[in-house]
């Protein structure tokens, strides 16, 4: 069955210091792979996608993330944390096709700290 | 990108009524779905809004329920039937825009709280 699996449910991360959350998928065909943001009462916002290329790829806020096919993974980064970054983050996968909706993951609550 | 505007941003109802949220993209659309995601978890995928013919519905959700209509491209919306407190949610809609073939992007959704 197709699914992502975020393992982390709440970080913690100072101010300044670098951050890793992970995604991991399953999925029967050539996936498409995103990240999305949430901050509190605010809606989604598409920090990046994967769907071919290069399996590093640049976001939007200084955020990076590696897709690993052998290890089914497609972690986001980012080397220096700010405040603002506090939020809930999203993984998600879907096909290469327009009709298609995402599956998500359960999400990652980041905090960051002084 | 596009502007994604949802209506009302939130509203709080009583157990049995209705609440219908609307839709609306300033771009050209090739898809448009709705999502739930209840208090503390994850998205899901209520059904996919389609043009000028019935919605196409996630396992779970009925078309009883969840209503939905998209009259053009560009607008669509999700009526919550009957509601109950188990309702209370974020109803989000997204949409993939033309020539952006995968790619959602979401609107800012609409939080109900049913008493």
């Not at chain 1, 290069?54 to 955020?63: N, S």
């Not at chain 2, 090739?30 to 994850?42: A, C, D, K, L, V």
């Not at chain 2, 989000?92 to 800012?108: D, H, I, K, M, T």
Request: hydrophobic share 35%; glycine share 8%.
């Amino acid at each position: 069955a197709q699914s992502v699996t975020q393992p982390d449910i709440h970080i913690t991360v100072s101010e300044g210091a670098s951050l890793e959350l992970r995604c991991n998928y399953s999925y029967g065909a050539t996936p498409y792979l995103f990240w999305y943001v949430q901050s509190p009462g605010q809606g989604l916002q598409l920090l990046l996608k994967y769907f071919s290329g290069d399996t590093l790829v640049q976001g939007i806020k200084g955020f990076e993330a590696e897709f690993k096919r052998s290890q089914s993974s497609f972690n986001l980064r980012k080397p220096s944390v700010h405040w603002s970054d506090a939020a809930e983050y999203f993984c998600a996968v879907g096909e290469m096709q327009a009709g298609t909706a995402l599956i998500f993951g359960k999400g990652t609550t980041l905090s960051v700290s002084s | 990108s596009a502007v994604i505007s949802q209506k009302p941003s939130r509203d709080i109802c009583q157990r049995g009524t209705s609440l219908t949220i609307q839709c609306q993209v300033d771009s050209q659309v090739t898809m448009m779905f709705w999502y739930r995601q209840q208090p503390g978890q994850s998205l899901t995928l209520i059904a996919t809004a389609n043009q000028g013919s019935e919605a196409t519905y996630e396992s779970g959700f009925v078309i009883d329920k969840f209503p939905i209509s998209r009259p053009n491209l560009t607008f669509s919306t999700l009526t919550v039937s009957n509601m109950s407190p188990e309702d209370s949610s974020i109803y989000l809609c997204s949409v993939v825009l033309a020539g952006r073939s995968g790619e959602q992007y979401f609107g800012p959704g609409t939080r109900l709280t049913v008493t």
